[in-house]
């Protein structure tokens, strides 16, 4: 088996007295699609947090590509391949669709500018489903739309993983089989990404293997099926 692309290794991280995430170790390896799942307050969201380097963390380490990345800048980590979305969406309302993708290729390494960027711009909003919005402000897309500019501005950093919090979360069933399907379409052409989904059809369809978490620390790991079918999980679940 080749070294994992993504290391939890041991990670803590308190707010205050409140312990969000607890010793929790888990691998990526390249190519996978994760899950990572748990009830709602169990520390998903702090877990991303702490790869993307959003938040410091209290105890632990994270390796990306074999190398330590917890402690470093969270420009420094998306520059070193990890991209992310938020629950929350946050693109930049006033500037059209293509600025906004085109404000995450000046940012990539050996970054695009100008016609380049414009260009690869148009490709990436062509590859999430937005060409024809590309001059729109940003802040006049639909919700599902927003989610589809701030996937293709993470794309933009050309990263070798993506984190996906929630990127499904709020949709009607078409909107979610295209989200599926396009998340899909980066899963075939190789992409690594790990995703806290509650969307289970989603999960499913997507996510080779889980993590679940519970009060802050990892209660399984491993095949999709099996995991959600492991009754402490169930009990997680039926006792949020
Ligand atoms: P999840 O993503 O699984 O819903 P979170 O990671 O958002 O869980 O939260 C885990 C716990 O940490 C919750 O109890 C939450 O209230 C708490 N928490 C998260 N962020 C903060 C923060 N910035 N300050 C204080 N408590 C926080």
């Known amino acids: 088996?080749?070294?994992?692309?993504?290391?939890?290794?041991?990670?803590?991280?308190?707010?205050?007295?409140?312990?969000?995430?607890?010793?929790?170790?888990?691998?990526?390896?390249?190519?996978?699609?994760?899950?990572?799942?748990?009830?709602?307050?169990?520390?998903?969201?702090?877990?991303?947090?702490?790869?993307?380097?959003?938040?410091?963390?209290?105890?632990?380490?994270?390796?990306?590509?074999?190398?330590?990345?917890?402690?470093?800048?969270?420009?420094?980590?998306?520059?070193?391949?990890?991209?992310?979305?938020?629950?929350?969406?946050?693109?930049?309302?006033?500037?059209?669709?293509?600025?906004?993708?085109?404000?995450?290729?000046?940012?990539?390494?050996?970054?695009?500018?100008?016609?380049?960027?414009?260009?690869?711009?148009?490709?990436?909003?062509?590859?999430?489903?937005?060409?024809?919005?590309?001059?729109l402000a940003a802040s006049e897309l639909t919700y599902i739309d927003q989610k589809r500019l701030e996937l293709a501005r993470a794309l933009a950093l050309a990263p070798q993983l993506l984190l996906l919090d929630e990127w499904l979360a709020g949709l009607n069933p078409t909107e979610l089989q295209q989200g599926i399907d396009l998340i899909r379409a980066l899963q075939g052409e190789g992409m690594t990404i790990l995703m806290v989904e509650h969307v289970m059809d989603a999960v499913h369809a997507l996510c080779s293997r889980c993590v679940v978490m519970n009060t802050g620390a990892k209660i399984a790991d491993g095949a999709t099926r099996e995991v959600l079918s492991d009754p402490r999980v169930i009990e997680a679940y039926l006792g949020s």
Do not use: W, Y
């Open 1 to 135: 088996m080749t070294a994992p692309l993504l290391e939890l290794k041991g990670l803590a991280k308190r707010f205050g007295g409140l312990v969000a995430v607890n010793d929790l170790s888990f691998d990526v390896h390249a190519g996978e699609v994760v899950g990572l799942l748990g009830p709602n307050g169990s520390g998903k969201t702090t877990a991303m947090n702490l790869v993307s380097g959003a938040l410091p963390l209290n105890a632990g380490e994270v390796r990306f590509q074999g190398k330590t990345i917890s402690g470093l800048a969270s420009h420094q980590i998306a520059r070193l391949g990890v991209a992310r979305t938020f629950q929350l969406v946050r693109v930049l309302g006033g500037m059209n669709c293509r600025d906004n993708v085109a404000a995450g290729l000046a940012f990539r390494p050996g970054g695009l500018h100008g016609r380049a960027a414009e260009h690869a711009a148009q490709l990436l909003l062509e590859r999430v489903g937005l060409g024809a919005q590309a001059e």
